[in-house]
């Protein structure tokens, strides 16, 4: 139970007020019943420790579906000035650029519900997943060097997808800087053969069906109606993002005593951005996102390959398109507002996502009237929401959301009071085919190991930090 003290601002919003040795105070966006859940880990001694680091800028935030993490807590934002603020590992997380991507087809669910089964095991089937997965895709160094650096346009170059799938990912699919040269050794054999596979622990590729339309100007923009069968992958850079978070948090860690500044939490290691050790991390933190990228690129294009298949339908008879694609672990340099003013910052999101306003230059064309698509998954079983950005983020929150439910139950926690359960079948009542590669992965991932996902988002969407667009349910899943 955390100690810290915080303050009421209004229904959404609360307060760590600034304090020993904080350089800013702590915004927290909840509810009542939700406080009261953050209240029971030590994410809001994170919230205030994070506070202390250099360079922050007007607070250290955190989303309602904030809970305990390494360093920052997950579902952490905190923005740095670029000359005298830090870089932490531990801010962005260990899967660097895991992200969420949703895909639209011209199906509806009475299209495909009779072959729900074939269409999961067939998914199962051709999608790798589970702890230490392999793919098909088999590369020469120099190869796997050129999608650290290209990205998702790397994938698209090869056929995995069309270009205009790009322009519907955040930052187009490649983050600038990347330098392969930056990435040990290590973490490029743990990437070897991963590139096109799913993971484990709580990534998925999910089948779902739009249930409701809450905005239908942004839900026109989306190319979201009532019925339409939707699929949400939820996958990141795999053992190369960890390596990499492991390598430089070694470092950084080792250099800590040398800092010119108190650290509240050795997991809080970091290094100015504008140092030798900070640039570094990030020229391979880039190579980390890209390869998540195009890693979520591939895996879209096997989904529509499945898709067919095991429908026995064409590609046109499908029609499946890249909706968005974000990213919720991840440092970028990005334009903000902080005091009316304009400023280059180093943002970091921790199971937190960019959504950007309406009318924002780095949007596709056909979205800039109603703002970014912010894909909100729930647990499994659930569904997920579709959300817009807005003017309100950007000016309050460095254009930032929450990215998802968030849990309440670690996953030994969770394993253990699942132990005697057969979560499968019991989910498949509910009207949710699921598959996975493990048992024990099931047991972790319960529903009810997460927040209710309707509260987590009337928080963003009472507070203005995203509006909602529309909610979708699962129907069939795949899980790591």
Avoid at 13 to 21: E, L, V
Avoid at 87 to 96: C, E, L, M, N, R
Avoid at 162 to 189: F, K, N, W, Y
Wanted: hydrophobic share 40%; net charge neutral.
């Amino acid at each position: 139970m955390s100690d810290v003290v915080i303050e009421k601002i209004d229904r959404y919003r609360w307060r760590i007020p600034q304090r020993d040795g904080m350089r800013v105070p702590g915004l927290i966006y909840a509810d009542e019943g939700l406080m009261r859940d953050i209240s029971r880990d030590e994410s809001l001694r994170q919230v205030a420790n994070v506070a202390h680091l250099p360079g922050i800028q007007r607070a250290s935030l955190a989303m309602p579906d904030v809970h305990w993490g390494y360093g920052f807590p997950i579902g952490g934002v905190a923005a740095f000035d670029l000359q005298e603020g830090v870089i932490s590992p531990g801010g962005v997380g260990y899967d660097i650029n895991c992200g969420v991507r949703l895909l639209a087809t011209k199906l509806s669910i009475d299209d495909i519900g009779h072959k729900m089964k074939d269409l999961v095991a067939g998914l199962f089937r051709d999608i790798p997943s589970g702890v230490g997965s392999s793919g098909a895709i088999r590369l020469t160094q120099a190869e796997r060097k050129k999608v650290l650096v290209e990205g998702a346009r790397w994938a698209v170059n090869q056929g995995y997808g069309a270009p205009e799938d790009l322009s519907a990912t955040e930052r187009g699919g490649v983050m600038e800087g990347a330098d392969p040269e930056r990435v040990s050794p290590r973490a490029l054999e743990r990437g070897k053969d991963q590139l096109g596979t799913l993971g484990s622990g709580n990534h998925f590729l999910e089948i779902e069906v739009v249930d409701e339309i809450f905005d239908d100007e942004a839900a026109r923009a989306f190319g979201i109606e009532p019925n339409q069968v939707v699929v949400m992958i939820h996958s990141g850079s795999r053992g190369l993002g960890h390596q990499v978070c492991d390598d430089y948090l070694a470092l950084m860690v080792k250099k800590s005593k040398s800092l010119d500044f108190y650290l509240p939490d050795r997991q809080l290691a970091c290094a100015y951005i504008q140092s030798s050790e900070g640039r570094d991390y990030m020229a391979a933190m880039a190579c980390a996102a890209n390869y998540a990228w195009a890693n979520r690129q591939i895996l879209m294009h096997w989904t529509s390959e499945s898709f067919q298949r095991v429908l026995g339908l064409s590609p046109r008879d499908i029609s499946m398109r890249l909706v968005y694609d974000v990213c919720h672990n991840i440092a970028t340099i990005e334009d903000l507002v902080v005091e009316g003013k304009s400023k280059r910052l180093c943002v970091h999101r921790k199971g937190a996502i960019r959504a950007y306003p309406p009318g924002h230059r780095e949007l596709p064309d056909r979205y800039r009237a109603v703002g970014q698509p912010v894909l909100i998954p729930g647990d499994m079983g659930t569904g997920s929401y579709l959300l817009a950005g807005t003017r309100k983020a950007f000016e309050e929150t460095f254009g930032s959301t929450c990215h998802g439910a968030g849990r309440v139950m670690s996953r030994s926690r969770a394993q253990k009071e699942s132990a005697r359960r057969q979560v499968a079948s019991e989910l498949e009542k509910r009207g949710v085919i699921v598959m996975a590669a493990g048992r024990e992965t099931l047991q972790e991932e319960v529903p009810e190991a997460y927040k209710r996902l309707e509260d987590v988002v009337n928080v963003v969407h009472g507070a203005g930090l995203s509006r909602k667009v529309a909610r979708m349910r699962s129907v069939g899943c795949i899980k790591g």
